[in-house]
């Protein structure tokens, strides 16, 4: 049997690898190493058209940026993390407001 080797599915695992990392160091990190976490996860969603996780990732550096949100920090997580399963390329502004809308539900906002 003949297996065909996803290259998308690696940079997937990568992703997810990321996001999983970086919530687990969650607790010793100081916030410019989650900062910088977040952005590495956020440029590597951009160079490999993951969208979602893009938008996700760039919603948590503002909210990040702007005071913290340290106990939202593991709900944007674990939607980047969903949405790194999600479609790749472009995305159009109602899937965007659908998957932060989905951490807003998360949050219990």
Same mark, same amino acid.
């Given at each position: 049997?003949?297996?065909?080797?996803?290259?998308?599915? &690696?940079?997937?695992?990568?992703?997810?690898?990321?996001?999983?990392?970086?919530?687990?160091?969650?607790?010793?990190?100081?916030?410019?190493?989650?900062? $910088?976490?977040? &952005? &590495?996860?956020?440029?590597? =969603?951009? &160079?490999?058209?993951?969208?979602?996780?893009?938008?996700? =990732?760039?919603?948590?550096?503002?909210?990040? =940026?702007?005071?913290?949100?340290?106990?939202?920090?593991?709900?944007?997580?674990?939607?980047?993390?969903?949405? =790194?399963?999600?479609?790749?390329?472009?995305?159009?502004?109602?899937? $965007?407001?659908?998957?932060?809308?989905?951490?807003?539900?998360?949050?219990?906002?």
């Amino acid at each position: 049997m003949l297996h065909h080797h996803d290259p998308n599915h &690696d940079i997937q695992n990568r992703i997810t690898g990321q996001i999983g990392a970086l919530a687990e160091a969650l607790p010793h990190c100081a916030l410019t190493q989650i900062v $910088q976490g977040i &952005d &590495d996860i956020r440029c590597l =969603a951009r &160079d490999n058209g993951f969208a979602a996780v893009e938008t996700l =990732a760039s919603r948590l550096e503002s909210a990040v =940026a702007a005071g913290g949100y340290r106990a939202a920090i593991l709900t944007y997580l674990d939607a980047m993390s969903d949405a =790194a399963s999600a479609p790749r390329g472009p995305m159009a502004p109602a899937a $965007q407001e659908a998957w932060l809308a989905s951490v807003a539900m998360r949050l219990g906002h």
